[in-house]
T-cell receptor, first 112, second 114 residues
């Protein structure tokens, strides 16, 4: 049982490059979330999804896009990376009826 | 709108001391869930506890206990007889039922010295 898997674990991007972070969960959870974690800022919600085909903005959505074409996958895209997007990104999934978020191991992204 | 505030940025204690981590929340939902997570130095996020808004019973699990008070919108976490292995960042979180949004506090860095 893999739980929540994030790909990749580490990445270095140049300013202006694009990339997609993949989050996959095998628990059939309805809800999925993308957070970024910066020192002293806690976990800030970027985007989230309450079901396949749905997405919603969180606290810090600018510069990011997401898609949830399949229930088990939640993709986070950076169209034109900026140094301010250097962060650790966490994906989480949660069931609807018995909420408790399960987290991936995180992706450390550096934009130079 | 929903918000979680952890006013204590850093706490430092000596082993065997008791320590309480504060969490205050805001939400317009009448049904909601509160959580505590631990993030050890290795970086992963470990789920500790969930409470729903209808259950104000305090909970104890070994050296950990949680005090949920709806009247003051607080969900505080106490570690009794702290140990060095308790050193971590602790996050309080809130999930309302209106939109399914899961919001975290800023986190409290706990350092337990031998």
């Amino acid at each position: 049982n893999a739980g929540v898997t994030q790909t990749p674990k580490f990445r270095v991007l140049k300013t202006g490059q694009s990339m997609t972070l993949l989050c996959a969960q095998d628990m059939n959870h309805e809800y999925m979330y993308w957070y970024r974690q910066d020192p002293g800022m806690g976990l800030r919600l970027i985007h989230y999804s309450v079901g396949e085909g749905t997405t919603a903005k969180g606290e810090v959505p600018d510069g990011y896009n997401v898609s949830r074409l399949k229930k088990q996958n939640f993709l986070l895209g950076l169209e034109s990376a900026a140094p301010s997007q250097t962060s650790v990104y966490f994906c989480a999934s949660s069931p609807n009826r018995a909420p408790g978020a399960f987290f991936g191991q995180g992706t450390r992204l550096t934009v130079v | 709108a929903q918000k979680v505030t952890q006013a204590q940025t850093e706490i430092s204690v000596v082993e065997k001391e008791d320590v309480t981590l504060d969490c205050v929340y805001e939400t317009r939902d009448t049904t909601y869930y509160l959580f505590w997570y631990k993030q050890p130095p290795s970086g992963e996020l470990v789920f500790l506890i969930r409470r729903n808004s209808f259950d104000e019973q305090n909970e104890i699990s070994g050296r950990y206990s949680w005090n949920f008070q709806k009247s003051t919108s607080s969900f505080n976490f106490t570690i009794t007889a702290s140990q060095v292995v308790d050193s971590a960042v602790y996050f309080c979180a809130l999930r309302g039922t209106s939109y399914g949004k899961l919001t975290f506090g800023q986190g409290t860095i706990l350092t337990v010295h031998p």
